[in-house]
């Protein structure tokens, strides 16, 4: 294989941006010829499938993690959460469920927190994701990093990533006036430990430090 | 998750037209229910549409309606000011929904089409008509206590979670759908549809037609005596046994108008239209509210685990409507 078969997938200006899996859908029996370059026909006819899917799955992807741009390609079935952790070996956030119910794998995409298992990394091209590794400056943590270990928000640590990238969202949408307010708007983030309480602390009291970040 | 195609179309014209060339695409939105089903193998589209970028997402009031773009998001919705002023129901509705991060990801279209939590459904050793037509139905005789106890057949007695679908019954909305043949506009009880001996289909949605936006009318005496009651196994983040949603015209003592619906409890959020016509141009008091949940209750029917929301969804109809009515 050649690297020109790539140019297959890019995107052109106001088209359709599309991969080429539907061919290799049954191994051999390949039911759409016509729109594959010659020279993947022959690879999947050789047996190949497998290496030219590697190729041919992929679609392009620009993504800004951390503050540091990424060029990447990935298959359109790989979630954020397994873009992070597998391919970029930023094991920080978790994966507790890789079913959106409990929170481990939260982190913010231009801004907003949401559930990284249930995104699928090819919808994120051209945003900006911030996950537990990015929240510290340099070696200075994050406020709402600092309050969890004075008030012992923890007890395992799994749920913790995703604790704390709730937490600063919690108090940047401003939900975080009351402890019960608080609980209600941290609900998505489930502590098998039970070390609710002392999240709680840990979140009211950046909250009252003014907190924003 | 098996491997599928991926494509942005950048107008919802080539949207639709690339879902209706092609029997195993779907739209795509926020993803927080297609991409869980994927993963469990429950569906398998080959190709996904990608449609969370088109310019479908604003919020406005034209005349006595709020138009509400289909991509809108959950949390934008249930935070925005028009919405808190003028439709606060749909606001509680909204934030009684799921988590935070599922309203920073869950659309207004993906809400209204996200499809059942029967754990049949969701089990691919189970039988389930609704996933597999023809396998028979798990919950009929089985763990039933999620399920419905309004509109069920013996094909299935799943129920639709959705919290904002109730919010969207009961005050009357329209949902406009944009498909190859040009645009329509459907009324939003006439949307999901119930069961029968056809529980794969949720909806009146044709293949390849899209949710546009929905339209709300506006009512001011509604707007100030409202409710969304959830009731759930826990105090946050857990699905509805049952909930309602009631709201009130109230003028001079009297209820001038009421809208009433009921979440959990059905195949689709469930109007009580038997409860409103009960109570229209009665006074608000307690047995009134008691009389009509009565009548709310007339074509309920339990299945054994689910008998509880027999008794829980009057008491919760009463206590909602004494709550917005002050007695
Ligand atoms: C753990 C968990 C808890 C939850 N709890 C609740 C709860 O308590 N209450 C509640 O109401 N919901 C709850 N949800 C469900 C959540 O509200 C839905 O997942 C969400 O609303 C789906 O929206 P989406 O944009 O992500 O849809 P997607 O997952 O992108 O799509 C869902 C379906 O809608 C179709 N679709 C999407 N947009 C359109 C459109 N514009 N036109 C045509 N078709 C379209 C897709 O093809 C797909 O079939 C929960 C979800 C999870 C994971
Ligand atoms: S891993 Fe994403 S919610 Fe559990
Ligand atoms: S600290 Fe162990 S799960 Fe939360």
Redesign the interface.
């Known amino acids: 294989m050649t690297n020109d078969n790539t140019q297959d997938k890019q995107?052109q200006p106001?088209e359709?941006?599309?991969?080429?899996?539907?061919f290799l859908?049954q191994s051999s029996a390949i039911t759409a010829i016509a729109l594959v370059a010659p020279a993947l026909v022959d690879a999947a006819e050789k047996k190949l499938d497998e290496k030219a899917?590697d190729i041919f799955?992929k679609?392009p992807l620009s993504i800004e993690i951390n503050g540091k741009q990424h060029q990447l390609s990935v298959?359109?079935?790989v979630?954020l959460l397994d873009l992070l952790r597998e391919q970029l070996h930023l094991t920080g956030s978790k994966k507790g469920c890789?079913?959106?119910q409990c929170?481990a794998c939260?982190v913010h995409v231009n801004g907003?927190?949401?559930?990284s298992c249930?995104?699928?990394a090819?919808?994120q091209d051209g945003k900006k994701v911030t996950t537990i590794e990015g929240l510290a400056t340099g070696s200075t943590l994050h406020p709402m990093q600092l309050a969890f270990i004075k008030h012992d928000g923890f007890q395992c640590g799994y749920c913790t990533p995703g604790q704390i990238m709730?937490a600063v969202?919690?108090i940047n949408?401003g939900?975080a006036g009351s402890d019960d307010e608080i609980?209600?708007?941290m609900?998505?983030?489930l502590c098998r430990c039970g070390a609710y309480h002392n999240i709680v602390a840990a979140i009211r009291e950046v909250n009252a430090k003014g907190g924003k970040s | 998750m098996i491997a599928f195609d991926y494509v942005r179309p950048n107008s919802a014209k080539a949207a639709v037209d690339a879902i209706t060339k092609d029997a195993s695409a779907q739209f795509i939105a926020g993803g927080s229910n297609l991409v869980d089903l994927m993963k469990h193998g429950v569906v398998a589209p080959q190709k996904l549409v990608d449609i969370s970028r088109l310019p479908l997402n604003s919020i406005e009031q034209s005349g006595n309606n709020i138009r509400i773009g289909a991509l809108c998001l959950n949390s934008e919705v249930a935070e925005h000011a028009l919405i808190k002023e003028k439709l606060p129901l749909l606001a509680q509705a909204l934030n009684a929904g799921a988590s935070p991060q599922i309203r920073n990801m869950a659309t207004v279209g993906g809400n209204m089409l996200q499809r059942t939590r029967c754990t049949y459904f969701y089990d691919l050793a189970m039988p389930c008509n609704k996933r597999q037509p023809g396998s028979g139905c798990g919950a009929l005789k089985g763990y039933n206590r999620m399920h419905a106890i309004f509109g069920a057949s013996n094909s299935c007695i799943a129920v639709h979670p959705s919290d904002m679908c109730v919010a969207l019954a009961a005050l009357d909305a329209t949902v406009i759908v944009a498909g190859s043949k040009g645009e329509r506009k459907i009324s939003f009880v006439d949307f999901h549809r119930l069961p029968g001996d056809t529980p794969e289909k949720d909806t009146h949605l044709q293949k390849g037609e899209l949710i546009t936006a929905v339209e709300i009318p506006v009512n001011d005496g509604f707007a100030k005596h409202s409710l969304y009651t959830k009731v759930r196994d826990r105090a946050s983040y857990a699905f509805a046994l049952v909930s309602v949603a009631a709201a009130l015209d109230l003028q001079n003592n009297t209820i001038q108008h009421v809208r009433l619906a009921a979440g959990g409890v059905a195949h689709k959020p469930w109007r009580l239209m038997a409860a409103e016509k009960y109570l229209k141009g009665k006074s608000p008091t307690e047995s009134n509210f008691k009389a009509a949940a009565e009548a709310a209750m007339s074509a309920a029917k339990g299945y054994g685990y689910n008998d509880f929301k027999l008794t829980l969804l009057p008491n919760t109809i009463i206590h909602t409507l004494k709550t917005i009515a002050g007695v």
């Open positions: 995107e106001g359709l941006l599309e991969t080429r899996r539907q859908k899917a799955e679609v298959e359109p079935r979630t890789d079913y959106g929170g939260t907003k927190r949401v559930l249930l995104s699928l090819v919808m709730s969202a919690c949408e939900h609980r209600e708007h609900s998505g983030n």
